[in-house]
Each structure stands twice: as structure tokens, then as C-alpha cells.
């Protein structure tokens, strides 16, 4: 293969330099003529939004896994980031509102192509710009999506807050329906005789009646203990005390009797007069202390029997506790089940119930003029961006040489290929 040295290219360049001003100056007039001529100018206009993203409110960590964070996910409104705002922008919805406002007559994807969305780094705002023929058409073209892109964010939100409010409400007419239920059987439940309260007020005056029982076997324990001291202090006194004791009498002491001697014997009352005779007389001490010890022993029998009966009455009475505290705990056990279920119902109830209200301001709030400013309407551009005659001609102008260097080495090359084949023949 027939190499061509750095000196060749050079030598044959400048042989064919006319060759390569003429197809230059024919692609710089060209695009000269197509640019000043051909080509309609494009004007550009832009407008910058500031978007305030929706602070949704936290939720607390005793709530988050509760019915209450799970109503509240219901209601929040979507997390919108910078970069959700930007891809809304270009929606069909607002790109036909554009189509229709500013009475064009082209497809939404020709709408598209005029427009362009871009966020700026580190910051919250997002730019659109508008291309058009007609500088007047760029700064309506901006200004009209910027409205109704506003506009757009906010119906949008409104029908999300809607469909929430509608299932908001569904789930709390469900959740009413379930209440107005449990509550009738609750309501049911305490209609019926020896509910949990009259069990326990009965409980209460049993074990009051036993407290007072066990108190009186206190006292009648401490009587019996009084009684049986003075019983016992009685009895040994009675052994003490002997149950008669002698009195020496003289016949001129008791005339019956003296009579009654005269009158067997025969003798004078002089002579009998003298004479002395022992009585045994029953110790009346000893008698009183034997009536004191019978009369303890009635009150000891009195007093047992006393306490028999109060033991009798406890024993009965702890009976009828034990069977009252079985009814009470399965009472009370169904009792504080349907009150724990009218509780959970009724928290469910009043979190939907908040949750609605809540859902029913954000469907009227305009979230959109909210959350987004604008802070720069779009003007008429005075200048064009497009085209850009002097980049377009520079462009043309390195085209040109290197299309004329490219034609003038392949004519060279070319005929380099077609001398040995003429020679040959």
C-alpha cells in the first residue's frame, strides 16, 4: 500500500486550495442565505417557580403501627419532591390547557417540544422556558403552563383529599354501625338481673357482714375469756369454803325444842335448861358462790353457743362470697370485654371522624397556590435565540474546509488509481 508523507498532504492542499475556497464560500453562503433568509427566527421566554414542598406532619412512635397512624396515612397528602413538581410540568392535562388557552392548532407532543423544564441545582426552583416563532406566543406559552400547572397541582390534591374523604367516610359510618352495636350489647348485658355492680354491692355487704361477724367472735371470745376467769376464780373459792358449819345452841335457846324434851323426859325445864346440843347450818357464802358459779356456767354455755352461730354464719357467709366473687369475675370478665371493645371502636370511630375533617379542608385548600410561587413571569424576548447566524456560519465555514480538503486528497487519491491503469492499456 502506497503511503503518502505529511508533505504530500500539504503540497496537494495547496494545489487544490481553489477547489477548497469554492466549496467553502458555497457552504458559508448557503447557510448564510438559509440563516438570514430560510430560516425563522425562535424567541425564548421563561418563568421561575418556587416550590414550597407540603410539610407533612410526623407521627409519633406510640402511633405509628396504631389505628391512629393508619388514619392518618389515609389523609397525608403525597411526599412531592422537587423533581415530582418538574415531571408535572409537561402532564397531558396541562399541556392540553395550554393548547386550548392559547388557541393553537397542533398536537400536545409539538407543545411539548416548546418547552423546556429544568430544576436548578441546590435550590427549589424550577425554570420553563418557551419557544416560539413569535416572541408575544414564547411569554404566553410560559406563563400559561405556569398557571396551569398551579392550577393542575391543586386539582390534583383536591382529588386525592376527595377519594380519601370518601373512604374516610365510608370506614366511619362502618365503624358508627359497629359502636351503635356494641354499645346495645353492652346496654343489653347490664339490663339483665345481678349485673356486675349489684354482684359486687352484694359482695361489699357480705364480706362488710362477716367483717362484722369475725369482730363479734372477738368480742364473745373476750367475754368467754372474762367469764371463764370468773368461773374459775369462783370455784376455787369453793374449795376454800366449806358447805356447812356447826353451832352450838342451849335448850333455853329454842323453846320448841326444850318443850318437846320435857315433855319425852319428864323432867323439870330447870333441869334440862343446861343442856347443849351441835346444828350443821349451810355456809350461805358457800351458796352464793355455787349460784355465781352456775350462773357463769349459763353464761359460758350462752356464749359458746353464741359463737357456734356466728362461726355457723361466717362459714355460710364465705360460702355465699365465693360463689358471688365465681359470678362476679365471669361478669365482670364479659363486662370489661364488650367495654374494651366499645373503647377500640370508639378511638377508631373519633381518629376517622378527625381524619374526615381534616380530609375535607385539603379538598378545599388550594394546595397549588400554596406551595408554588412564581417568582419570575415570563416577558417578551426582544432578541432570538435561534438562529445563531455567526455560530451558524462558523459551523458552515469549518464544514466547508473540511469538505474541500476531504474532495480535493480523494480527487488526488482517485486519480493517483486511474494513471497505472491507463499506462496499462
Given at each position: 500500500?502506497?503511503e ?23 457552504c ?6 438559509a ?8 424567541y ?7 416550590i414550597?414542598?407540603?410539610?407533612v ?8 403501627n396504631?389505628i ?20 408535572q410540568?409537561?402532564?397531558?392535562a396541562v ?7 392559547a388557541?393553537l ?13 429544568k ?16 416572541p ?6 410560559a406563563?400559561?403552563?405556569s398557571?396551569?400547572?398551579t ?8 382529588k ?23 354499645q346495645e ?25 362477716i367483717?362484722?361477724f ?13 367469764v ?26 329454842d323453846?320448841v ?14 333441869d334440862?335448861a343446861?343442856?347443849t346440843?351441835?346444828e ?7 351458796t352464793?358462790l ?27 357467709g364465705?360460702k ?9 369475675a ?5 363486662y ?53 447566524k455567526?455560530?451558524n ?9 473540511m ?7 480523494f ?9 497505472p ?5
Amino acid at each position: 500500500m502506497e503511503e503518502i508523507s505529511l508533505k504530500e498532504i500539504v503540497e496537494i492542499i495547496l494545489k487544490g486550495k481553489w477547489i477548497i475556497a469554492v466549496i467553502t464560500g458555497v457552504c458559508v453562503l448557503l447557510t448564510g442565505f438559509a440563516s438570514f433568509f430560510v430560516l425563522s427566527p425562535q424567541y425564548e421566554a421563561e418563568t421561575m417557580l418556587m416550590i414550597s414542598p407540603i410539610n407533612v406532619g410526623e407521627i409519633s412512635a406510640a402511633d405509628a403501627n396504631g389505628i391512629k397512624g393508619i388514619v392518618s396515612a389515609l389523609s397525608q397528602y403525597p411526599i412531592m419532591t422537587i423533581d415530582t413538581y418538574k415531571e408535572q410540568v409537561k402532564a397531558p392535562a396541562v399541556l392540553e390547557y395550554v393548547k386550548k388557552e392559547a388557541s393553537l392548532d397542533c398536537s400536545v407532543n409539538i407543545i411539548a417540544g416548546k418547552l423546556d423544564v429544568k430544576a436548578i441545582d441546590n435550590t427549589n426552583i424550577i425554570r420553563i422556558t418557551a419557544k416560539d416563532k413569535d416572541p408575544e406566543m414564547a411569554a404566553r406559552l410560559a406563563n400559561i403552563t405556569s398557571e396551569k400547572f398551579t392550577s393542575f397541582v391543586s386539582e390534583t390534591s383536591q382529588k386525592q383529599a376527595e377519594k380519601s374523604a370518601e373512604f374516610i367516610k365510608s370506614e366511619q359510618e362502618l365503624e358508627k354501625q359497629r359502636l351503635d352495636e356494641a354499645q346495645e350489647a353492652l346496654k343489653n348485658f347490664l339490663a339483665q338481673p345481678r349485673g356486675p355492680e349489684e354482684l359486687r354491692q352484694e359482695l361489699n355487704s357480705r364480706l362488710d357482714q362477716i367483717t362484722g361477724f369475725k369482730t363479734q367472735i372477738t368480742r364473745v371470745e373476750m367475754d368467754r375469756a372474762a367469764v371463764s376467769e370468773k368461773l374459775k376464780k369462783v370455784r376455787e373459792l369453793l374449795d376454800k369454803t366449806p358447805k356447812y358449819f356447826e353451832v352450838y345452841k342451849t335448850l333455853s335457846d329454842d323453846d320448841v325444842l326444850m318443850g318437846i324434851v320435857k315433855d319425852s323426859s319428864g323432867k323439870k325445864i330447870s333441869d334440862i335448861a343446861g343442856l347443849t346440843m351441835t346444828e350443821y347450818e349451810i355456809n350461805e357464802e358457800y351458796t352464793s358462790l355455787v349460784s355465781k358459779a352456775n350462773n357463769y356456767e349459763i353464761n359460758l354455755t350462752e356464749i359458746n353457743a353464741r359463737k357456734e352461730n356466728l362461726e355457723k354464719k361466717i362459714s355460710e357467709g364465705q360460702k355465699t362470697v365465693e360463689s358471688l366473687q365465681a359470678d362476679l369475675a365471669e361478669k365482670q370478665q364479659v363486662y370489661d370485654q364488650l367495654s374494651h371493645q366499645i373503647y377500640l371502636i370508639k378511638q377508631t370511630y373519633d381518629a376517622y371522624q378527625q381524619k374526615y375533617k381534616e380530609a375535607m379542608i385539603k379538598q378545599s385548600a388550594e394546595i397549588g397556590k400554596q406551595s408554588i410561587i412564581v417568582v419570575s413571569s415570563a416577558v417578551a424576548p426582544e432578541n432570538p435565540v435561534a438562529p445563531n447566524k455567526g455560530m451558524n456560519i462558523a459551523i458552515a465555514l469549518v464544514l466547508g474546509l473540511m469538505i474541500g480538503v476531504f474532495v480535493v486528497l480523494f480527487k488526488e487519491y482517485w486519480l493517483r488509481d486511474e494513471k497505472p491503469a491507463a499506462i496499462d492499456a
